[in-house]
């Protein structure tokens, strides 16, 4: 594959996982951390960057999408799949997507409720760029990376430059323990689930390019996670640094959102609005390609359902999810992408520890079931459904609970002890192969 396909997938990549919310997740964070910034976004970029990168650098190893779940019965590959492209497509990410693009792109400048429009013309617009199947790179990684990029690049220089003012203290949460709050908020992007998604198109476009050998595929989706991993941790950096000097004027700010439409109002005045405006909406929109994408390759692939009636009823769902509001679908597609994310990273280090072997099956039946307990608690927690007679013992003797990543121990111990086990069993049935053969 040549270097300017590399580049070009490597900004589609980078586009699609930057959603509105990667924009606006890290200017809180920065103004949390204050001071402390720096160590806190250390830990940040290790699991909100570190983990999708990883995730997508294995299943280009495995040079198909569906080989991370390949060794599973597969009713519970199917379910997986389906439970997956469903909470972060039409039933969760994309309407989130559309919701959030209108709410800062749109609404500021109206006081009429142009959501039910907004929406059409946003899925719509997401069905004609979905439908260039073949032309995809071009539109994304092309031409609307680089100006989303360009539009980020001047806000990030003008508030080095000049910033709002200068940094804080650290809030009590980043006193102490900046690098471990920010290895939490960072697992909290989800992302990890959103590179499983996307690895379908990634994979299947860098495979369209040339890349046809396993080694090849392997290579290329290497340098193309590195292109990925570097611009989103420029992105994170830069906003985060924005939190970190806007306490003039978002000291009371509750989300990043606000803080950054503050910031800009503050540094460009009514122009900086509308900058805000269209990064937010083309940050949402490749974020909607990129799923809507996703979802249709997979059920074409695995049902062979027709890719353009999947993308339609795909972005039908989003638009009428969408004028619901979001907090109805919430309490359904929430918990379900809280369970699966430890689930999906699970399965990425499983595939990336396990090798081939009569009860490969066995090893990732046993970590994903293992995992899926444990974060169900996660989950639980997460959405203050614990019962209060429950909370301090688990508090005392759950490790990572509070850090919602009481998955990860059970998870680890259960996939070593079942390769140890596999490991055994192997050298065991080797020897009495060569015992029947004598």
Request: charged share 10%.
């Given at each position: 594959m040549t270097k300017q396909n590399t580049l070009a997938i490597g900004l589609m990549t980078f586009a699609m996982f930057l959603g509105a919310g990667n924009i606006i997740f890290p200017p809180f964070l920065g103004l949390q951390a204050g001071t402390h910034y720096l160590p806190a976004m250390l830990g940040f970029l290790v699991t909100a960057v570190g983990l999708p990168a990883l995730t997508l650098i294995v299943m280009g190893r495995?040079?198909?999408?569906q080989q991370l779940t390949a060794a599973l019965p597969k009713p519970m590959a199917t379910g997986f799949w389906v439970l997956l492209f469903t909470a972060i497509g039409p039933a969760f990410g994309m309407p989130r997507a559309v919701t959030v693009?209108?709410?800062?792109g749109i609404a500021p400048f109206t006081s009429n409720d142009l959501l039910m429009p907004f929406s059409l013309a946003f899925v719509v617009a997401t069905l004609l760029l979905t439908f260039q199947r073949g032309k995809l790179v071009d539109y994304i990684g092309k031409v609307m990376t680089p100006l989303l990029?360009?539009?980020l690049a001047v806000l990030a220089v003008t508030a080095f430059v000049s910033p709002v003012s200068p940094m804080t203290l650290p809030n009590a949460d980043y006193q102490q323990q900046a690098v471990t709050q920010g290895l939490i908020q960072g697992y909290m992007t989800m992302d990890a689930i959103a590179a499983v998604g996307f690895g379908w198109v990634i994979i299947k476009t860098i495979q369209d390019r040339g890349a046809s050998s396993t080694n090849g595929l392997f290579a290329s989706t290497v340098k193309v996670t590195l292109i990925y991993a570097a611009l989103m941790s420029a992105c994170y950096l830069a906003m985060a640094y924005v939190g970190a000097t806007s306490s003039a004027v978002a000291s009371e700010a509750t989300n990043g959102g606000e803080i950054l439409t503050r910031y800009v109002a503050e540094l460009f005045g009514i122009y900086g609005q509308y900058l805000l405006a269209v990064i937010i909406v083309m940050a949402c929109l490749t974020t909607t390609v990129g799923l809507t994408n996703a979802c249709a390759e997979y059920y074409q692939q695995t049902f062979n359902a027709?890719?353009?009636v999947t993308a339609v009823i795909v972005c039908a769902l989003t638009g009428l999810l969408a004028n619901f509001g979001l907090d109805?679908?919430?309490?359904?597609?929430?918990?379900?992408?809280?369970v699966l994310c430890p689930v999906a990273i699970a399965l990425v280090i499983t595939a990336l520890m396990v090798k081939k072997s009569p009860y490969q099956r066995y090893i990732f039946v046993a970590t994903v079931s293992v995992t899926l307990v444990f974060g169900t608690v996660d989950t639980l927690h997460i959405l203050g459904l614990i019962p209060a007679q429950w909370e301090a013992m688990l508090v005392d003797y759950m490790p990572l609970y509070t850090a919602h990543a009481s998955w990860f121990l059970p998870c680890l111990t259960t996939l070593l002890f079942s390769i140890l086990a596999n490991a055994s069993l192997s050298q065991r049935r080797k020897a009495a192969v060569s015992i029947s053969a004598k």
């Open positions: 495995l040079s198909h999408s693009a209108y709410e800062m990029v360009l539009l027709p890719f353009s109805h679908i919430l309490k359904i597609s929430l918990p379900v992408i809280l």
